[in-house]
C-alpha cells in the first residue's frame, strides 16, 4: 500500500487515511518492496527473489521512548518502488563503474609525474634550447666539424697563436661574438656556466637529445683553456695565460675595422698574454676546468687533465709570498688592454672563490672550500653597488652564493663552514626577494626586469636571474619547502617560477615589440644582426675587407639565419631597432647565450623517467655534484 514512490505513510494512519489507500489499491504497481521500521527492503510478490537491503535511513533508538515525538520518528515506513529487474541491475553496475572510474583517476592524478604548469603563453621551450645551443656550432674557431649543423661556417683561424712569443697552438675555442675576437674571459664564463646546467639538469637534455651536443660544445671550450694556459716547466719560470687572439688597435685592417667572414681572415692577428696577476681571469679558467672535469668523469685520462691543471692555477693566482700580486687582468695593458672596451673586469675575488668552489666540488678536497667561504666576506666588500645580485660574466658572487646554498642544503658539512654557508643562505632568500619584490629592481613597462637599469643590453641579465630563480626554486620544492620570507613578504615557489618564465617567454616574444630577442625563433625575430659571418653570403667567394663594408651597411636581412642567437635586446623602455650596425640592439654573444641556455634548460619540463631522490619530478640531479665529496683533510 503506497502513496507514491518514496513517500512516507504514518503506521498510525486513521480509518479515513485507510479508506483512501484502499481505494488506489487498484493501480497496477509492479514488484513493490516496502521498508520497514529498519529500514530493511521486505519482500513483496514479485517474478524475482527479492532482495534486503538496510538503508539506514533513520537513527536506531534504544530507549523506551519510542511514542515521543522525534523527527527521526520510527512511525514511518519508507516505500521503494522497483518496477524492471534490468533496469535496477544497470543501476547498480553503472554506479559500480563510476567508482571505478573516480578512484582510477585519483590514483593517476597522485601517480604520475607531475608536469610544473606556467602562467602565460607557451613556448616550445624544446626547439628553443636545440636552436640557442647551435649558435655556438656558429661561434667555433679552428678546424670546423664536418658534421656541424651550421652550414655556413668553415675552417679558420687555423695562424691563431703563431705570432706570440714565443709561438704557441691558440687553435680552437669560440668568436666571441659578431666580432671575429677570441676572448678568454668570457670564454671560461661560458664553459663553467655550460657544465653547470649539464651537472644539475643531464636528464633534460639526454630526454630531448641534446646532452651529447650540449658536452660537444663543452669540450670544444675546455680543450682551448687547456692551450691558454701554459704551465710552468719548473717553480722558478713564470706561467702564462693568453687572454685574447685578435684585435682591434692594430694598424690597418683589424677583426674590428675589417667586416669579413672568419674564414676570410688574412690580417696579422695579435695575442695578448698574461701571467700569474691576472687573478680574476686565472679564477674563471679555474672555475671552468674544474667544473668540465665533473661533466666528463667517466673520461677518466681527461677528467683528471682538466683538474690538475685548475689545481695549478689555483696554486699560483692564490700563493701568498711577498713577492706575489693579485689583480684583474684588464688592469694591465699586456694582458687585458685590448679586451677592457669589451670585458674590463672590476674586481678578482668573486672569480678566485668561484674557482675553490668549483675544485672544491671536483676534488673533494676541504682547502678549496675553506678558501672559498673565509674569503667569501672579502669579495662581498668588493662588489660594486651596481652588480649586486647580478650574475654574468664579471660577476659571480651570486652564484656562487647559491652553489654554497646547494651544499648546505643538501650535504651539508657543519663545522668550520657553517657561518659561511649560512650567510650564502641568507644572501640567497633576500636575492629571489629582491627579484620578485619590484621594489629594488624595476622593469620595463613590458614586464622584463632591469637589474643593470643604466647599462644596456638587459636580456644577459634577465636570463641568468631567470635562471638562478628556476633552479632555487628546484632546491626549494626537493626541501618541501613552500617558499621564501622576507621581513614580513612571503613569496612562493611558484611565484618564483612564474617570474622566471616569464623572463624567458619575453625573450622569447612576449614583449611589446611582439619579436623574439633569440633567432630563428617564431615568426618575428631580428633579421639584420650584427654577425660578420652570419651577413655575408656563403658562396664560396672570398671577400676582402672593403668588399665586405657593402653588407655591413645593407638594408637587406642577413642571407644566413643565425639560429638561436640571443641580440643584446631592447633598452630599458622596450625599444628595440633591428639595424645591423647598432650592436648595442643586435649583437649576440656568447656569455649571453651561455645564460639563455642556462634559463632554457632550468625551465624545461622534466622528463617522465626522471625522480629525484625524494621522489619529486623535477628533472634535477639532486646528489651528482656532491659525488667526489670524499672529504679530502686540509693540506693533502
Known amino acids: 500500500m503506497i502513496n507514491s514512490i518514496g513517500s512516507p ?63 527521526y520518528s520510527k512511525s514511518f515506513d519508507y516505500e ?33 609525474p607531475h608536469k610544473h604548469k606556467h602562467h602565460g603563453k607557451s613556448k616550445n621551450i ?34 691563431d697563436g703563431n705570432t706570440s712569443n714565443p709561438p704557441a697552438d691558440l687553435k680552437g675555442g669560440f668568436y666571441d661574438s659578431g666580432k671575429n675576437i677570441k676572448f678568454s674571459f668570457p670564454t671560461a664564463y661560458t664553459i663553467t656556466l655550460l657544465s653547470w646546467t649539464v651537472i644539475e639538469y643531464h636528464d633534460k637534455y639526454d630526454s630531448i637529445g641534446e646532452l651529447d651536443h650540449v658536452k660537444d660544445i663543452i669540450r670544444w671550450g675546455s680543450d682551448y683553456l687547456l692551450k691558454i694556459f701554459d704551465p710552468p716547466n719548473s717553480t722558478t719560470a713564470p706561467i702564462i695565460i693568453y687572454s685574447q687572439v685578435g684585435s682591434n688597435h692594430t694598424n690597418g685592417y683589424n677583426d674590428v675595422t675589417c667586416w669579413q667572414r672568419p674564414e676570410d681572415m688574412n690580417y696579422t692577428r695579435p695575442v695578448s698574454a698574461c701571467n700569474e696577476t691576472a687573478s680574476d681571469l686565472a679564477g674563471e679558467i679555474m672555475a671552468a676546468l674544474s667544473a668540465a672535469s665533473i661533466v666528463f668523469k667517466e673520461d677518466t685520462g681527461y677528467s683528471i687533465k682538466l683538474i690538475q691543471s685548475a689545481e ?6 692564490t700563493k701568498n709570498d711577498t713577492g706575489h700580486h693579485q689583480g684583474t687582468y684588464t688592469a694591465v695593458e699586456d694582458c687585458g688592454g685590448e679586451a677592457r672596451m669589451y670585458y674590463d673586469s672590476s674586481g678578482y675575488r668573486d672569480e678566485l672563490i668561484w674557482g675553490g668552489t668549483w675544485l672544491f666540488f671536483a676534488t673533494g678536497n676541504t682547502s678549496y672550500l675553506g678558501y672559498a667561504t673565509s674569503n667569501f666576506s672579502a669579495a662581498e666588500a668588493e662588489e660594486t653597488a651596481s652588480e649586486q645580485g647580478v650574475f654574468y660574466w664579471n660577476n659571480k658572487l651570486t652564484a656562487n652564493a647559491v652553489l654554497l646554498t646547494r651544499l648546505r642544503y643538501f650535504h651539508d658539512l657543519g663545522y668550520p663552514f657553517e657561518v659561511g654557508l649560512g650567510s650564502s643562505s ?72 612564474e617570474f622566471s618564465i616569464s623572463q624567458v617567454n619575453y625573450i622569447l616574444g612576449d ?34 675587407c672593403p668588399e665586405g663594408d657593402r653588407w655591413l651597411y645593407s638594408t637587406d636581412p642577413n642571407p644566413n639565419i643565425l639560429y638561436g642567437a640571443m641580440v ?37 619540463d622534466p622528463p617522465y623517467k626522471s625522480s629525484d631522490s625524494n621522489g619529486t619530478n623535477l628533472g634535477i640531479d639532486l646528489t651528482g655534484i656532491f659525488k667526489n665529496l670524499q672529504l679530502v683533510p686540509p693540506g693533502t
Open 9 to 71: 505513510t504514518h503506521t498510525s494512519a486513521s480509518h479515513a487515511d485507510r479508506n483512501y489507500a484502499s481505494d488506489i489499491d487498484h493501480q497496477p504497481v509492479r514488484f513493490v518492496h516496502r521498508i520497514s521500521e529498519a529500514g530493511r527492503l521486505l519482500p513483496s510478490a514479485s517474478q524475482w527473489n527479492s532482495i534486503e537491503l538496510d538503508f539506514h535511513l533513520a537513527p536506531q533508538s534504544n530507549t523506551t521512548y519510542d511514542s515521543l515525538p522525534s523527527r
Open 80 to 112: 521503494l518502488v522497483i518496477t524492471d529487474k534490468r533496469y535496477f541491475k544497470r543501476f547498480v553496475y553503472v554506479s559500480i563503474f563510476i567508482v571505478f572510474v573516480v578512484l582510477a583517476i585519483v590514483l593517476l592524478v597522485q601517480f604520475l
Open 126 to 159: 624544446t626547439l628553443a634550447l636545440n636552436q640557442a645551443l647551435m649558435f655556438f656550432d656558429a661561434q667555433k674557431s679552428g678546424n670546423y666539424p664536418s658534421n656541424s649543423p651550421v652550414k655556413f661556417r668553415g675552417s679558420s683561424g687555423l695562424q
Open 312 to 317: 695549478k692555477l689555483f696554486e699560483v693566482a
Open 426 to 497: 641568507n644572501k640567497i632568500d633576500l636575492l629571489i626577494c629582491s627579484y620578485l619584490s619590484r621594489e629594488i629592481y624595476s622593469r620595463t613597462p613590458g614586464g622584463l626586469i632591469l637589474l643593470r637599469p643604466d647599462h644596456g643590453e638587459p636580456l644577459q641579465f634577465a636570463a641568468t636571474a631567470s635562471f638562478l630563480g628556476k633552479l632555487y626554486s628546484d632546491y626549494l620544492e626537493l626541501l618541501r619547502r613552500s617558499g621564501v620570507s622576507c621581513s614580513s613578504e612571503f613569496y612562493s615557489v611558484e611565484m618564483l617560477r
Open 511 to 544: 614583449n611589446p615589440m611582439k619579436m623574439s630577442y633569440m633567432v630563428g625563433f617564431g615568426n618575428k625575430y631580428p633579421t639584420h644582426v650584427h654577425h660578420r659571418a652570419a651577413s655575408i653570403p656563403w658562396d664560396d667567394q672570398h671577400y676582402s
Open 568 to 604: 643584446a635586446g631592447p633598452d630599458k623602455f622596450d625599444n628595440f631597432l633591428d639595424d645591423r650596425d647598432k650592436p648595442w640592439f643586435t649583437e649576440p654573444t656568447i656569455a649571453r647565450n651561455a645564460g639563455l641556455v642556462a634559463a632554457l634548460i632550468a625551465l624545461h
